[in-house]
């Protein structure tokens, strides 16, 4: 994940705008970024698909006050609070937008070079603290590096071993970071979430050095940690700025 889940750009600019940090046009550019172009079905009193730009607006008057992140995987519905359809359409897809105040949730379908977020009843989850997240993350890397170096990360591959080493540093902000309105903290947090993700994405691709099933599982179960710790410093980190 080397890039922000489209779910984390629709949460984070529609934050911004919200709160009048950032224009509308603005937001509607950076949350379609490099698609061709995004619309949203199933809104309300809306039977056709409504471009982007105007179903921020239609979401604002159905009374969303701001959005929160999900990022589910199976056994893990990080930021979901049903019911049962949006949880599992959001699982489906490992990603999900919910709109506070106005009960509704969205998530992306990628249909060719646009997406498409369809529109489902949802809830609120219970917000994640950032300082709990951020600590649990700090604390779940380290860990994780310890016992990844007791397994032989030398034998992994390279870009692997490289994305590791390279957690130990927090970058600056980068073109598909948080928008304005967001403290650096939340940059900071992001931009080590991400690198998380993507060292988990990597070498989960494969039991990299493992010479044994029993390496083999230490090794996924502490990658596993690790990615649930990154999304859920993800999660805390692109909540409503307050």
Same mark, same amino acid.
Not at 75 to 81: E, I, K, S
Not at 138 to 145: C, S, W
Not at 200 to 205: F, I
């Given at each position: 994940?080397?890039? #922000?889940p489209?779910?984390?750009?629709? +949460?984070?600019w529609?934050?911004?705008?919200?709160?009048?940090?950032?224009?509308?046009?603005?937001?509607?550019?950076?949350?379609?970024?490099?698609? /061709?172009?995004?619309?949203?079905?199933?809104?309300?009193?809306?039977?056709?698909?409504?471009?982007?730009?105007?179903?921020?607006? /239609?979401?604002?008057?159905?009374?969303?006050?701001?959005?929160s992140?999900?990022?589910? +995987?199976p056994?893990?519905?990080?930021?979901?609070?049903g019911?049962?359809?949006?949880?599992?359409?959001?699982? =489906?897809?490992? =990603?999900?937008?919910v709109? =506070?105040?106005?009960?509704?949730? #969205?998530?992306?379908? +990628?249909?060719?070079?646009g +997406?498409q977020?369809?529109?489902? &009843?949802?809830?609120p989850?219970?917000?994640?603290?950032?300082?709990d997240?951020?600590?649990?993350l700090?604390? /779940?890397?380290?860990?994780?590096?310890d016992a990844?170096?007791?397994l032989?990360?030398?034998?992994?591959?390279?870009?692997?071993a490289e994305?590791?080493?390279?957690?130990?540093?927090?970058?600056?902000? /980068?073109?598909?970071g948080?928008?304005?309105?967001?403290?650096?903290?939340?940059?900071?947090?992001?931009?080590?979430?991400?690198?998380?993700?993507?060292v988990?994405?990597?070498?989960?691709?494969d &039991?990299?050095?493992?010479?044994?099933?029993?390496?083999?599982?230490?090794?996924?179960?502490?990658?596993?940690?690790l990615?649930h710790?990154?999304?859920?410093?993800?999660?805390?980190?692109?909540?409503?700025?307050?």
């Open positions: 994940m080397s890039t #922000l489209r779910a984390a750009r629709f +949460v984070t529609t934050n911004a705008w919200l709160i009048g940090a950032t224009s509308l046009d603005e937001a509607d550019d950076a949350i379609r970024a490099r698609d /061709t172009a995004h619309h949203v079905i199933g809104l309300p009193g809306q039977p056709e698909p409504v471009p982007l730009l105007l179903s921020l607006g /239609t979401l604002r008057n159905l009374g969303t006050r701001a959005l992140l999900a990022l589910p +995987v056994g893990d519905p990080l930021g979901l609070a019911p049962r359809e949006f949880t599992e359409a959001a699982i =489906e897809l490992g =990603e999900a937008v709109c =506070e105040g106005a009960g509704l949730g #969205l998530v992306p379908h +990628v249909i060719g070079a +997406v977020w369809q529109v489902y &009843d949802a809830k989850a219970v917000p994640e603290s950032f300082g997240a951020s600590l649990e700090a604390h /779940t890397l380290q860990e994780v590096i990844l170096a007791g032989d990360v030398a034998r992994w591959r390279p870009e692997v994305a590791l080493i390279d957690l130990r540093a927090v970058g600056s902000r /980068t073109h598909d948080l928008p304005p309105g967001y403290a650096p903290r939340a940059e900071e947090l992001v931009t080590r979430a991400r690198r998380c993700l993507l988990c994405e990597l070498a989960l691709a &039991d990299g050095g493992s010479a044994t099933a029993y390496e083999a599982e230490s090794r996924r179960r502490a990658l596993r940690r990615d710790a990154a999304r859920r410093a993800l999660l805390a980190a692109c909540a409503p700025p307050r």
